[in-house]
Each structure stands twice: as C-alpha cells, then as structure tokens.
C-alpha cells in the first residue's frame, strides 16, 4: 500500500531533550516536507527536501532541523525542544515540489513540557 | 491579513442536507488550487485540484468551483453523510503551498 508513515504518532517530553519524528514514504517520491498544524494558524511548513541531500528551509523553520540521506527517510529532528515545537506535525511527499499530488503522514502530536 | 481565507470558520449541518464552504485568495498568480478534507487526528487527503484556467471539479458528492475574476472557490457538498464530518482545507499552490485555515464541518444525524 502507498503510504506515508511517521513515528511516534503521539510523544511527550521535557524542555531540551533532543528528539527525532521519522517519516518514510514508499512511493519513490523525490519531494518530501514537514509541516506543523496549530490552531488558528493552519498547515505551515518548515523544512522540504526536493531530493536526497537536497533540503531548504520552509516558513517556520527555526529550532529544526532535517536531513535526506535516503530517498525514502525524511527525518525532523529537535535538537532542544522547547514549549512552543508542542504541537501536531506532518510529513508530506509528492513525485516532485511542483506536482499535483501531495500525500500526507498520519501526523504526531509532541507536546513539550 | 492571510493569502487563503476560509469561511465559515465551522458548520453544522444535518445528514443529507447540501452545504457549500467558501475561500478566498489574494495570491495571483497561481498554478493551481486545491481542497483538502482532514478527519480529526488525520493527515489531509487530497479532494480536488484545480488549475487557474479551470472553473470547476467534482470527486463524487464533492464539487469545487473556481473563479479567477473574483479570487474566489467554493466546496460544495451534496447529499452530506456522517462521514463527512471533517475540516475542510483550501490550498493554493505559488511555488510552495499556501494553506487556508479550514472550515470545521460537523453533520449531525
């Protein structure tokens, strides 16, 4: 079945314990993003990958950080998390940045104490 | 003030009444608009995606209008069923993807 998948779906923890979300998708897709969901506020992204070793920074990237070793893996990774990274994230992936079609992870709701 | 506005903020509605929700952009040009559906705790799906010069879609009961003239899109619902219930995301795509913040929809039996 193509998929997106992330873990954790759910993950508490405390102020400046470094944590990493997984995301991995079988589709063979090249692009690949992270978004953040808060309320009011919307879908909102904060880092992409248009292709392995090729990553950029979104509209809300500061704290995060990302890497593309592999076509398949788009890890984000919260060095220091902080109160304000609580919230629901996403992955996505497409065939390419400008194609149609956008799949998105299930999500993974962090809270940070 | 946000590129994608969405309108109602939410609404509820009662099982198989038609409903229509409402978006409006600033963002021009563009190089398509598409309309999300996302279930409570759920990544959004893609519904339908439009591009400038198209003014209409459907996906089964769902049917997207455009109107470039006006900065407009509307989702429209028909025959609206339990499973309906979800926020409703309208996206424009300039380069990267510019996100509404979703009407919430509630259908109630």
């Known amino acids: 079945e193509a998929q997106v998948t992330q873990n954790p779906r759910y993950l508490i923890t405390v102020t400046g314990k470094k944590l990493t979300v997984t995301c991995s998708q079988n589709m063979n897709h090249e692009y690949m993003s992270w978004y953040r969901q808060d309320p009011g506020l919307g879908l909102r992204q904060i880092y992409y990958s248009m292709n392995v070793e090729v990553t950029d920074k979104g509209d809300v990237p500061e704290g995060y950080k990302v890497s593309r070793k592999e076509k398949r893996n788009f890890p984000l990774i919260l060095e220091s998390p902080s109160p304000n990274q609580t919230s629901l994230y996403f992955c996505?992936?497409?065939?390419?940045?400008?194609?149609?079609?956008?799949?998105f992870g299930p999500g993974t709701r962090l809270t940070v104490t | 003030k946000n590129q994608v506005e969405q309108s109602p903020q939410s609404l509820i509605i009662l099982e198989g009444k038609n409903c229509t929700l409402q978006?409006?952009?600033?963002?021009?040009?563009?190089?398509?608009l598409r309309w999300y559906k996302q279930d409570t705790g759920r990544g959004p799906v893609s519904l339908t995606i439009?591009?400038?010069?198209?003014n209409t879609k459907s996906n089964g009961r769902y049917t997207a209008t455009l109107d470039a003239d006006t900065k407009q899109s509307s989702l429209h619902i028909t025959a609206s069923q339990l499973s309906d219930s979800a926020s409703y995301i309208c996206?424009?795509?300039?380069?990267?993807?510019?996100f509404g913040q979703g009407t919430e929809l509630s259908v109630k039996p």
């Open positions: 439009m591009t400038f010069s198209e």
């Open positions: 996206v424009v795509k300039r380069g990267k993807l510019i």
């Open positions: 996505a992936s497409s065939l390419g940045r400008d194609h149609y079609e956008q799949y």
């Open positions: 978006c409006n952009y600033t963002v021009s040009p563009f190089s398509n």
